[in-house]
């Protein structure tokens, strides 16, 4: 797939000069367009590993208030609390204090399995 996608990236169809701020949206419409298949990151309990905001606002998310975001997210269901985030995250945009990153790690990788989220 990644060898297609570098056959793919500058033509046309994926518009190689656009300037957004949604790259991450761009590109899986590009990898669509030349039907490169696009995998479902989720855990098998349909927690997310790739994440918009910060750790703290995808578990104090308001699902029940109407937001641009939830309506991106009502396919799947716009889920918080300890069903916002798998414990085997990716990433989490927006955190800037290099502390939180060590915090973040410590909590996922370094406490007790007894402790872990549930399903885990």
Known sequence: ALRR???????????????????????????????????DTRDAMGRDRFHFWTPEMHFHWPTHVPTWYGDSQREWGLKNETMCCAPDSVSFHYIKQPAVMRHLHALLHDCDSALRWPGT
């Open 5 to 39: 996608l570098l056959e793919a990236i500058d033509n046309t169809l994926c518009y190689p000069t656009k300037v957004t701020s949604a790259e991450d949206l761009e590109l899986s419409k590009c990898l669509n367009r030349f039907g490169i298949p696009l995998t």
